[in-house]
């Protein structure tokens, strides 16, 4: 056994930081924006593989700091490990330079606003050295050139120029909505890639970012408890992708300073639970949310890189964002005060208690995101019902097409879950439990999560191998195939895991029960029960959505109608 040469080591500890020409701008761009930056230029050259130049306009380093910035786990950031439950800085473990230094070629010209010029000091894994005195505007550039030239492995695994320079904008962009008050610009073979100019808030910034009209739809949100805080930006759930990535989460340790962007399933998670029942699965929303962590409840030093985090009190953070995106969602969501049943309980709505969130008051006053009914959807003219599943209705100079499963799902839904919350749901007792044949997973997942199904008016137990007995059946499936409802039910919690929550178990349910308990597509329907159907949904404070994710509705203003026929 022996000690590797401090080359080698040096390599195997860049591997875990610098993975690619983006890697190094993150790390670069951390830097500047701890050194106070207001302007941070980039310019990469055949994607950042020939160089990478950062500039910014910071505060800069003296002469000898300069130097000491490439030696390992050298920082200015924390001089105690009990400094590191409250660091607040994007950068601290001192890693950064010493790592692209170990495989690239670096050149670091800085300067104080104080000092008459400026200095360099080159760096590459045979270590640093000074290059004497160097004019320079106050603050720091830094070169990199030749990435990964001694390791042609590494350079092998990268992708082609457009797809690093990609990922660079990735990591700008990310960085920049956390930094509204910064400028940034990257250059790509002197040709301009992206800008963003400084900005007053957030919001700008994401119109920026996202186009003016995307942004437009965005409502924002406000949350606080505990000394937590939440602050952000949520988009309509007509707006999905088909990846996370557009769910930007950021961490500020007591709220000071630029939010960290950080890779979490617990906040992903408490994302997709606030959106639940308004997104398909496998689709996922665009939100930009901004935590803010009292010190020593988060613990930011467990990656490499800086892109997880690790919360001391994970069921708190998920507590505080899933009813304030509920909430929100629910009143930008709802229908007109002036058509809103007020007899039904609110779909959202948490009981509050004593440390529970509070959204901000001034949030409900934004335009509702859809609005295919203003007046509500019982006073739009029923003209008929097309391929025996869609109502065709008119009215406030427009055409709105409405999925009648969907729409009679969701209002089902909407009155289990006040149900639910009232107390349990009306259920009828099977004089002859049922016995039905499952796999040994879903008899498994069923029995984990038997509380959340008696709350769903489903109450049984295993019984013996690969067979589940039902005991209760929801009134609303009285007389249906309900062995058929048990199987959806398991296969709906076998997706969702088997260590769903308990609320997302309850849903997951209600949903299904809602869907089997419902008027289907292919199912003819009068006039009078058409009505009803429309007047039911200004009933439930969220019918945007089916419990699946579906839209409800589709709608063809006139002025889009009479431009099919050229008028």
């Known amino acids: 056994m022996a000690i590797l040469p401090p080359a080698v080591q040096g390599q195997i500890a860049a591997g875990e930081v610098i993975e690619r020409p983006a890697s190094v701008v993150k790390e670069l761009v951390e830097n500047a924006l701890d050194a106070g930056a207001r302007r941070v230029e980039v310019r990469l050259a055949a994607g950042g593989l020939d160089l990478i130049a950062v500039r910014d306009d910071g505060e800069g380093m003296v002469a000898e700091d300069a130097q000491v910035a490439f030696a390992r786990h050298a920082t200015s950031k924390l001089a105690r490990a009990e400094d590191l439950p409250t660091v607040a800085t994007l950068g601290f473990r001192g890693e950064a330079l010493p790592s692209i230094a170990a495989v690239a070629r670096v050149r670091l010209v800085t300067r104080r606003a104080a000092d008459a010029g400026g200095v360099a000091v080159e760096a590459d894994a045979r270590g640093a050295r000074p290059a004497g005195a160097a004019g320079a505007p106050p603050g720091t550039s830094v070169e990199v050139r030749e990435l990964f030239a001694e390791t042609p492995a590494r350079r092998k695994f990268l992708r082609s120029a457009a797809t690093e320079v990609g990922h660079v904008v990735d990591v700008l962009t990310r960085l920049a909505v956390a930094s509204p008050a910064v400028g940034f610009r990257l250059e790509h073979d002197g040709r301009e890639v992206l800008a963003f100019p400084p900005v007053a808030d957030a919001r700008q910034r994401l119109v920026q970012v996202l186009g003016r009209a995307r942004a437009a739809d965005l409502v924002p949100v406000e949350a606080a408890a505990g000394g937590y805080t939440l602050t952000g930006f949520l988009a309509p759930p007509r707006e999905t992708l088909a990846s996370a990535r557009l ?233 249906r195939d309900v062995g058929a409802l048990v199987r959806a039910v398991a296969g709906e919690l076998v997706e969702e895991g088997a260590s769903a929550a308990a609320e997302r178990a309850t849903d997951a349910a209600l949903a299904t029960i809602a869907c089997h308990g419902v008027v289907r597509v292919g199912q003819r329907l009068g006039a009078a029960e058409a009505q009803a159907l429309l007047a039911s949904m200004d009933g439930v404070e969220v019918s945007a959505h089916c419990p699946h994710g579906r839209p409800v509705a589709a709608e063809l203003a006139r002025t889009q109608l009479e431009a099919l026929f050229r008028r």
């Open 247 to 479: 769910v930007w989460t950021y961490v500020a340790v007591g709220g000071a300073g630029s939010g960290r962007w950080v890779r979490d399933r617990l906040l992903l998670r408490a994302v997709l639970d606030g959106y639940a029942s308004l997104v398909m699965r496998g689709r996922y929303p665009i939100a930009v949310l901004f935590l803010g962590i009292p010190p020593g409840e988060v613990d930011v030093n467990v990656h490499p890189a800086k892109l997880e985090v690790r919360f001391r009190s994970p069921a708190a953070v998920h507590q505080l964002i899933v009813p304030a995106l509920r909430a929100r969602l629910a009143a930008a969501l709802a229908p007109p005060p002036a058509v809103l049943a007020r007899e039904v309980a609110p779909a959202y709505a948490a009981p509050r208690v004593d440390g529970a969130p509070h959204t901000a008051p001034a949030a409900a006053a934004q335009a509702p995101l859809w609005t295919p009914a203003p007046r509500g959807f019982a006073s739009l003219r029923f003209i008929g019902q097309i391929f025996d599943g869609y109502l065709l209705c008119e009215g406030e100079g427009r055409v709105v097409l409405i999925d009648q499963h969907a729409a009679h799902e969701r209002v089902v839904f909407e009155r289990l879950r006040a149900e639910c919350r009232a107390g349990g749901i009306a259920r009828d007792r099977l004089l002859v439990p049922e016995t039905i044949a499952l796999p040994a997973a879903e008899s498994a997942v069923l029995a984990e999560h038997a509380a959340a199904l008696a709350a769903a008016g489903l109450e049984g137990e295993p019984f013996g191998e690969g067979t589940f007995l039902l005991r209760t059946v929801p009134g609303l499936l009285r007389g």
